[in-house]
């Protein structure tokens, strides 16, 4: 359940953009691609962690005996996809380990921080790039040059990186730290199916997210996207070990880049703009409360 939610929420913050510029490709091409990725990270993550997959981002969370009251996130989680909802699976799916702790409160700081470094990142890097999106706002991927499919390969392939090393915690939270063989393979062969199902849904629901902002469809402006946002998740990788919202980090490069094209172009109202841009804050903030009170509950009754 855990890989089936955090895959169909989060990670169509890292494949979005490339799943949207990326849809006259046969699908399991780009599957065979994200796939195979995901596999190398997995592998390489328990090689050098001694079997611990989340890169030691679970070293903070004691490991506990799993009950079934650990499924309600999930089940949550799982609604509010199919709602379309963009929510933190990272909190979702740690606050019921860590709730009423000083871990869970330095997630989310770290968390609320990304969204913000994200945003003014976005903004300020985006006054110079408005320029590229005017000329292309309106023009097809046929004409682009081939390079920038090479370009947003080689970002998408390094964003996907960042992000699964970001939250497989969320998934293998519920496994030992030191992941024995047998649990490895079938956890790997359970993500690529999914994967695949999401891939061939190009996104789903939650792909709304994405195919509303300006100009995600351009090949260009998704490659630069996910470089920048690539980027700020491998800065927060190397502060410390704690795992982080990466959805709030994704949020926070949609809305400073759409921000600053509503300035700079003016294509449509800063009413809209602001709208939809807290629209989308609201949503995940939402996922944060009903985690937290989740955690809570949950503390209250059971433990």
């Not at 921080?113 to 990142?121: D, E, L, Q, S």
Request: glycine residues 6%.
């Amino acid at each position: 359940m855990a890989c089936y939610a955090v895959v169909g929420n989060d990670s169509i913050q890292t494949i979005g953009t490339f799943l949207a510029s990326n849809k006259k490709k046969p699908w399991f091409i780009v599957w065979a691609y994200l796939g195979s990725i995901l596999t190398v990270v997995l592998l390489y993550g328990w090689y050098t962690y001694n079997g611990d997959v989340s890169y030691g981002r679970l070293a903070r969370i004691p490991v506990q005996v799993v009950e079934w009251w650990h499924v309600l996130p999930m089940l949550a989680l799982l609604f509010l996809t199919r709602l379309g909802i963009p929510v933190s699976t990272t909190f979702m799916a740690l606050s019921i380990f860590t709730g009423g702790s000083v871990v869970l409160e330095k997630i989310i700081t770290k968390s609320l921080v990304g969204y913000g470094v994200a945003f003014a990142a976005t903004f300020v890097i985006w006054l110079g790039l408005a320029f590229l999106e005017k000329q292309t706002l309106h023009k097809k991927d046929d004409k682009v040059s081939p390079i920038w499919t090479v370009l947003q390969w080689a970002s998408t392939g390094f964003l996907w990186s960042q992000w699964l090393i970001q939250d497989l915690a969320n998934i293998y939270v519920y496994a030992p730290r030191e992941l024995p063989v047998w649990m490895l393979i079938p956890s790997i062969l359970l993500l690529l199916g999914l994967l695949a199902l999401l891939v061939r849904a190009r996104g789903g629901k939650i792909q709304e997210i994405i195919l509303a902002k300006t100009n995600t469809l351009d090949i260009r402006s998704a490659t630069l996207i996910d470089f920048i946002y690539g980027m700020t998740l491998y800065i927060f990788k190397t502060v410390n070990d704690l795992p982080m919202s990466t959805t709030w980090v994704f949020l926070g490069t949609l809305a400073g880049r759409e921000l600053i094209l509503t300035l700079r172009l003016k294509h449509k109202s800063r009413k809209l703009t602001i709208t939809d841009v807290t629209s989308d804050l609201g949503k995940a903030s939402l996922g944060l409360v009903i985690s937290v009170v989740i955690a809570v509950t949950v503390r209250y009754f059971f433990l």
